[in-house]
Every structure is written in C-alpha cells, then in structure tokens.
C-alpha cells in the first residue's frame, strides 16, 4: 500500500460485500493493464552519427551523403546530415558563381544540437591546409559545449575536398584535430582500413588514413568512383565504432 494511496482490492480476493451487484466494482486491475502496455514490442533506438559539413561547389555534399549510405550499412544506426551556417554575402556567393543549395531538406545546424549525436562526422574544403571559414566559424560558436565539456568523450571524424594534389588531404584533417582535442571528442581515422584502394596509383585519388576526400579542381572535377567508395567505407567503419562504444558504455 503507498503511502496515501489506498489498497487497491485484488481479482483473487473475495468482492468485499459493498461491492453489489449493481456496483461496476474497482474496474480493469490497473497492474494487469500496466504489464500489458509494457510487453508491446518497441522499435529499438537507433544510435546517429551526425555529418555535418560544408560544401561550396557541391563535392563534400557528394562525399556526405555517401558517407550516409555507409553508416546505414550497420544494423542501428543512421546518419542524420546538416550544413553549417553560410557566412558569405550572397553578392560574394553569386560572384564566385557558386550553385545555389536550394530546399534540398537538409538542416542548418545549431552548436546546441551536436549534444544529441552519438557520433560526429565533420566535411569541408580546404583553405591553406585548413578547413574551410565557414567551418572554422561553426567550430568558434561551440564556446559554451566547450566549457561544460558536453562532447567529451563523443568519437568523431574528418573527411576534407581539396582544389589539387597538394592542396591539404592530409593537413585539412591534421589541423582540424585541434577542435576536437579542446572538446575532448576522440578523433577517429580510417587508417588504412580501406585495404587495397588505399594503395592504388592507376588513378588520382582523394583521401588519406585521416579520412574520405576529393580532389574538385577548379570545381568542375567529378568525385571518382574510388573517392566514393572511400567516402562509403568511411561511414561504414564509423558506425562500427560508434555502435562498439555504444553498447559498452557505462556512463
């Protein structure tokens, strides 16, 4: 009996004589109705991986949404895709005759939202050997994650476009280590998990053991086959991490 809650009669009790007849009676045993409830099955929670990127020409956008595909290869977990805030006038953007994103459904992200992932994939171009402004801005507006250390612990990852071969594959991730490092978010390579692919010279190829990438040329350059599969490979291992650390976290 809880405490000022009354004792709720039994079915397997005898029906206590004010209870005639004409008395409906106590109704259904809320104890019965609250088990049945319960044994309905429920879909299982998925785990996310939020890719989160900035694309000017289109091409990490291409290696977003395959990297997408991959993460969707490993049963529970799904990739969630988000742009970053454009910080280019319109005058600049249309200057620099880059396409229009249109309403393709893909969200802008807030700082506040990356607490809601289970993992974090970060895409954009290069700039010097580093990421992107618009990027780096996003990364500048985490200030209050930062000091209550809310993505600590959280695995995340890079995948990069540059303009030529020496552009920054490797530095464009190797430099943005950085954020992650003064988050606490475990930085996650690919290593040389692709196998073969990695070691290919048939073909020029974007990419390195930091993570997926693409050479865009002067913009008009079409992500390789390889680039793709590399870009697919990479969700695929990063869900396989993420699912790892989900299902021995104790926190």
């Known amino acids: 009996m809880g405490k000022g809650g009354g004792c709720i009669p039994s079915k397997h009790q005898p029906v206590p004589p004010s209870l005639t007849d004409s008395d409906p009676g106590p109704g259904p045993d809320p104890i019965s109705e609250t088990t049945h409830h319960n044994s309905i099955p429920t879909e299982p929670h998925k785990l996310r991986i939020f890719i ?19 993460i969707e290869e490993i049963e529970g977990v799904e990739g ?44 954009f171009p290069t700039r010097y050997g580093c990421m ?24 995340a990852g890079f995948f990069v476009s540059t303009g030529t071969q020496g552009g920054g594959q490797e530095t464009t991730a190797w430099t943005a280590i950085t954020q992650l490092a003064h988050h606490g978010m475990l930085y996650v390579p690919i290593g040389y998990t692709f ?12 990419g390195s ?24 490979h990479q969700g695929k291992y990063m869900a396989m991490i993420v699912k790892r650390f989900g299902s021995h976290s104790t926190l």
């Open 52 to 70: 989160i990127f900035y694309s000017m020409y289109g091409h990490v956008e291409t290696l977003a949404n395959n990297i997408k595909t991959g």
């Open 80 to 123: 969630v895709l988000f742009r970053v805030p454009e910080t280019l006038s319109f005058e600049t953007l249309t200057a620099m005759k880059v396409p229009e994103k249109g309403d393709d459904g893909i969200p802008v992200i807030s700082p506040e939202e990356l607490v809601e992932a289970d993992g974090l994939l970060f895409g």
């Open 132 to 155: 992107s402004a618009q990027m780096k801005a996003f990364f500048d507006s985490t200030g209050g994650l930062w000091r209550e250390q809310r993505l600590a612990g959280v695995p």
């Open 195 to 206: 196998g073969a692919g990695m070691f290919k010279m048939d073909s020029i190829r974007g």
């Open 209 to 232: 053991p930091y993570g997926a990438g693409v050479f865009s040329g002067d913009g008009t350059r079409e992500p390789s086959q390889r680039e793709l599969e590399l870009a697919q």
